[in-house]
């Protein structure tokens, strides 16, 4: 057995766990985050990619949409390749109380919100997608963010300052010394292979997994796990966040992301964290109420249903799913059950992971004797990509794919132009609908991070466009196969990436997408032999 050590080992690899190693890192305080599959498989990629302007909870949840916009604020400013400033708006149906949006306004603006009330009909004449039914509507400052891409930006500037990361490993032991800490046991769930960590603390970040850490040490913490389907339409229906202006509920935020639009969420309560399946009537239901804002959206095809996990923390027993806040709770299992060395991090947003991992490294840097202070509030997580090198992609991948590529690259994209400059079969473009080039592809296949097809989606958006992966999955296998290594075979590769794509489309398959399954089905059986498969 591998044995190794650091200061700190960061449990689970979402927006809160790799915000937390970064800013471990940038306080010299050297650590290692284990992740038990790839980065944001879990419930940092299964939301809507909604940057919170705060005004979905400003009504109820006073603190929590405080965060939000100051977090929001921020975060524009430090990963501006991470984000799109669609801005965002909140609309009144005639079924909705009349009183609410008066009382909405006012809490937005104790909250520290901007809202500015607009002109309904000049709204419809330019989203003729929304119901003409509409009766006021305000402007919040929301904006569409790329979890993927956010989390990766993370973990390449903490590797800048020297922290490490173990993807596709499972925690199996936490090791106690005297009531203290002592280090952790991981297995490689691709290869088996054991390691053994040393170390001072355990930052517990694993987000609906969390209760699963916690007990490996013995003691116990009460998430909530709260399942949230989401639909993706095949259109971006508006250029704007679109939110219901009345009390949070299902079905009631229209995201634009990228080439599509989501639509999302409901709220039930779940046993397993990774209780991911979508149902029909799920589907169907959020159908309902989203056509009541947007009634022409039949018209538009459902690429797939998808679904993630909440970690609500349940301070109050009885509490659940919208009854909980979304606000977070940092526990010191120190102080509350006399184990030395185990920190927890619960709850709170996407929107609000750099403010949670701030506050988390505070209380473990301090009991390290770390004086170190946070600096995430200042340092952008990437440097912007110059005009001269944004004009060289440009000349080789065209305007909108080098912007795309530059965004989803970072660092990288530089030695990616250079690749297609000197090979012009490296400017194909693998992936049409994302505009994901082959020598994207082949960069990201090289990375000793990458294991899977699956990790190559998500990374680079292969596959994720309205064919789902039909033509690029396959394209991109070639390039995995000339690039690298990997422990199970290809054709296990595709039928891994193509069973997790089948799961979003299960609950859709109706209309041009049942056409477009019934296509899929055929280039698959036919030319690979998928069916064979077992």
């Known amino acids: 057995m591998v044995t190794e050590r650091v200061q700190v080992v960061v449990i689970g690899g979402g927006a809160t766990g790799t915000g937390i190693l970064r800013d471990l890192a940038m306080r010299g305080l050297s650590a290692l985050l284990v992740e038990q599959g790839d980065l944001a498989h879990g419930t940092s990629s299964r939301f809507h990619g909604l940057l919170h302007s705060g005004g979905r909870y400003a009504v109820k949840d006073k603190e929590a949409a405080k965060e939000c916009i100051e977090e929001n604020l921020l975060l524009r400013r430090l990963a501006p390749d991470c984000i799109e400033p669609t801005g965002g708006l909140f609309a009144q149906l005639p079924s909705d ?24 009909g000049a709204l419809i004449q330019k989203y003729p997608v929304l119901s003409p039914k509409i009766t ?4 919040v400052p929301d904006a569409a963010v790329d979890g993927f891409r956010m989390l990766w930006s993370n973990v390449n500037s903490a590797r800048r300052y020297g922290a490490k ?12 010394t005297n009531g203290r800490i002592s280090g952790v046991e991981l297995t490689n769930t691709l290869t088996g292979e054991a ?23 013995g003691l116990d913490v009460s998430i909530i796990k709260d399942k949230g389907t ?33 639509l999302g969420t409901t709220s039930v309560s779940v046993d397993d964290p990774n209780s991911f399946k979508t149902t029909d009537k799920e589907v169907q239901d959020m159908l309902a109420v989203g056509r009541e804002m947007m009634p022409r959206i039949d018209d538009y095809r459902i690429i797939r249903a998808f679904a993630g996990v909440r970690p609500l923390y349940q301070a109050n027993k009885g509490a659940g799913g919208r009854a909980v806040t979304r606000n977070f709770a940092l526990i010191d299992h120190e102080q509350r059950d006399g184990l030395t060395g185990l920190i927890s991090i619960v709850g709170g947003k996407f929107t609000t992971f750099r403010l949670m991992a701030e506050k988390t490294v505070d209380l473990a840097a301090k009991k390290l004797g770390n004086n170190t202070p946070c600096r995430t509030k200042e340092e ?18 065209g305007v909108p794919g080098a912007k795309k590529a530059a965004e989803r690259l970072g660092e990288g994209f530089a030695k990616v132009v250079a690749e297609a400059e000197q090979d012009r079969a490296k400017r194909r473009m693998f992936c049409e609908c994302e505009m994901v080039s082959a020598a994207e592809i082949e960069y990201v296949a090289d990375d000793d ?24 999955s396959y394209r991109t296998l070639g390039a995995m196969s000339d690039h690298k290594q990997f422990t199970v075979t290809h054709r296990e ?21 049942l056409r477009e399954a019934q296509l899929s089905s055929e280039i698959f059986c036919t030319l690979f032999g998928m069916e064979r498969m077992k």
Request: net charge positive.
């Open 97 to 120: 109380d009349p009183a609410y949006a008066e009382t909405w306004v006012k809490a937005c603006a104790e909250a520290g919100i901007e809202t500015k009330e607009l002109d309904v």
């Open 195 to 217: 390691r053994q960590i040393e170390c001072d603390m355990v930052i517990n970040a694993a987000g609906a997994w969390a209760g699963e850490v916690t007990t490996l040490a």
């Open 493 to 513: 590769f595709l039928a891994e990436f193509l069973q997790n794509r089948w799961r979003g489309v299960r609950a859709v398959l109706w209309g041009q997408q």
């Open 165 to 176: 990361m173990a993807n596709y490993s499972k925690l199996t032991a936490i090791h106690q």
């Open 136 to 139: 006021r509507a305000y402007s």
């Open 449 to 472: 991070d990458s294991k899977t097809l699956s990790d190559i989606r998500r990374r680079t958006r292969m596959g994720m466009g309205t064919c789902q992966g039909i033509f690029c």
């Open 380 to 397: 952008p997580l990437s440097a912007p990509q110059s005009a001269e090198m944004l004009e060289r992609g440009k000349k080789v991948f």
């Open 230 to 262: 989401l639909l993706a339409f095949n259109h971006r229906l508006t250029n704007q966040v679109v939110n219901r202006l009345r009390p949070p509920g299902d079905a009631d935020i229209f995201v634009p992301h990228g080439t599509i639009t989501l």
